[in-house]
């Protein structure tokens, strides 16, 4: 299974003001682009050019380093263009995912309050998540295109804190672009479909 980068679901000036145009462009045109490039390079060469992305990022991890940081950083983005929409972000979560929040995380304000945290303390690049670890939610950071699926859980909501997912727009204030990330850009609907899945 050849890697391929995916459209985005939504036109380039969808996320303004909370993501520009300009951000959208270089990051979903050139930056996923040559994770994909690489990817389908490296994973050919390793003999992994058959494999789900799922598979190769699992696979990789920790043998090959340069396949694993492609690999993982177009699986990533895959999801993180879906994981936004307009009109996003904001507290009313859909029923059962508001419930394990609820249940697992201590409630939405401090679910926002750790998820924010997770990426601005994560040094250098890297990515916040909320994932589904041992049947309950769970909030982690990882290095680089590091991801939770190599650490036994399924992420059902990430966000990039790469430069490049933010500094057009923000500079260097990350938590300015975490908080408009959680407020107006998250896509709930699609973080219960990937819940739905996991829970299944």
Do not use: C
């Amino acid at each position: 299974m050849a890697f391929e980068l995916p459209a985005l679901p939504y036109d380039y000036e969808a996320l303004q003001p909370y993501m520009s145009k300009e951000t959208l462009e270089y990051h979903h045109d050139k930056h996923h682009k040559a994770y994909v490039d690489n990817g389908n390079k490296l994973a050919a060469e390793a003999g992994m050019g058959d494999l789900s992305v799922e598979e190769v990022v699992k696979q990789s991890f920790g043998k090959n380093a340069g396949l694993f940081n492609n690999a993982a950083q177009h699986y990533n983005h895959i999801h993180f263009w879906k994981w936004m929409k307009k009109g996003g972000g904001g507290n009313k979560l859909p029923g059962a995912l508001q419930k394990a929040v609820d249940g697992d995380l201590g409630g939405y304000d401090k679910f926002k309050a750790d998820f924010i945290a997770a990426g601005t303390t994560q040094f250098g690049s890297g990515w916040a998540w909320l994932s589904v670890k041992d049947g309950k939610l769970a909030i982690s950071k990882t290095p680089n295109g590091e991801n939770p699926l190599v650490h036994g859980a399924s992420p059902i909501l990430g966000v990039d804190v790469w430069e490049h997912s933010y500094y057009i727009d923000y500079r260097n204030a990350r938590p300015k672009y975490l908080e408009a990330f959680v407020d107006s850009l998250i896509n709930w609907d699609y973080v219960l479909e990937l819940y739905e899945k996991v829970k299944a």
